[in-house]
């Protein structure tokens, strides 16, 4: 069974500029959540999507967005680029919504801002 | 706030000893827990978890014990091998809840041999 695999793994952008990732669950699953893990801050949530909708979202701001596919590979988009979104963005996938069980992860994008 | 708290930012543990790792939360509404494991460059993995009716769950080395009261869970892994060193994560949510789930910052733990 195939993991949840996330593209592209490694990217450079520059302030100012935007940036779109993606993740493809593990098949059969219907929830993808997205997290931003940074040195300092561990991993905190952006955002999740059950069923092609935004369930919840993080205290993040309106500059990070995403959506959902009704095969549930999911989007994030981040626009206007600042060096603090420079960080690892990790997908997770799971069956049900992700407060209620294990969430696979993929391998994550690291996304660096110059 | 940080609603879920992991103290110890790294712990040195010698392999074939007991190693502790310490989470406390904030949350009164948190009633399922789950702790992570990640190495470098890959994603975390599910490790175990616990919901708030039990105050224990073990499965094989690794056991994870919950005390409500207290607001504190714990992961324990008996014996540590070299394998162990990664960065554990524990997590909560609210099973009725609409939130994901909450990680705390990590524990690096590491396994001297």
């Known amino acids: 069974k195939a993991g949840v695999t996330q593209t592209p793994r490694y990217l450079i952008k520059t302030r100012g500029q935007q940036v779109t990732l993606s993740c493809s669950p593990i098949?059969?699953?219907?929830?993808v959540s997205w997290y931003q893990q940074t040195p300092g801050q561990g991993l905190q949530f952006l955002f999740e999507?059950?069923?092609?909708?935004?369930?919840n979202k993080g205290n993040f701001p309106g500059r990070f967005s995403g959506r959902q596919f009704s095969n549930s590979r999911s989007e994030m988009n981040v626009s206007t680029l600042e060096l603090g979104d420079s960080a690892l963005y990790l997908c997770?996938?799971?069956?049900?919504?992700?407060?209620?069980?294990?969430?696979?992860f993929g391998e994550g994008s690291r996304l660096t801002v110059l | 706030d940080q609603q879920v708290k992991q103290n110890s930012p790294s712990l040195s543990v010698q392999e074939g000893r007991i190693s502790i790792l310490n989470c406390d939360y904030t949350?009164?509404?948190?009633?399922?827990f789950l702790w992570y494991k990640k190495y470098p460059a890959e994603g975390p993995t599910f490790l175990i978890s616990?919901?708030?009716?039990?105050d224990k769950n073990e499965d094989g080395r690794f056991t994870v014990f919950l005390n409500k009261s207290a607001k504190h869970l714990s992961l324990h892994i008996v014996p540590s091998q070299p394998g162990d060193s990664a960065v554990y994560f524990c997590?909560?949510?609210?099973?009725?809840?609409?939130?994901?789930?909450?990680f705390g910052k990590g524990t690096h733990l590491i396994i001297q041999p």
């Open positions: 997770a996938s799971s069956f049900q919504q992700s407060n209620t069980g294990e969430l696979f």
């Open positions: 098949s059969g699953h219907r929830s």
């Open positions: 999507y059950f069923s092609e909708t935004q369930r």
């Open positions: 949350n009164s509404m948190f009633d399922y």
């Open positions: 616990i919901s708030s009716i039990k």
């Open positions: 997590a909560a949510s609210s099973i009725g809840g609409a939130d994901g789930l909450t």
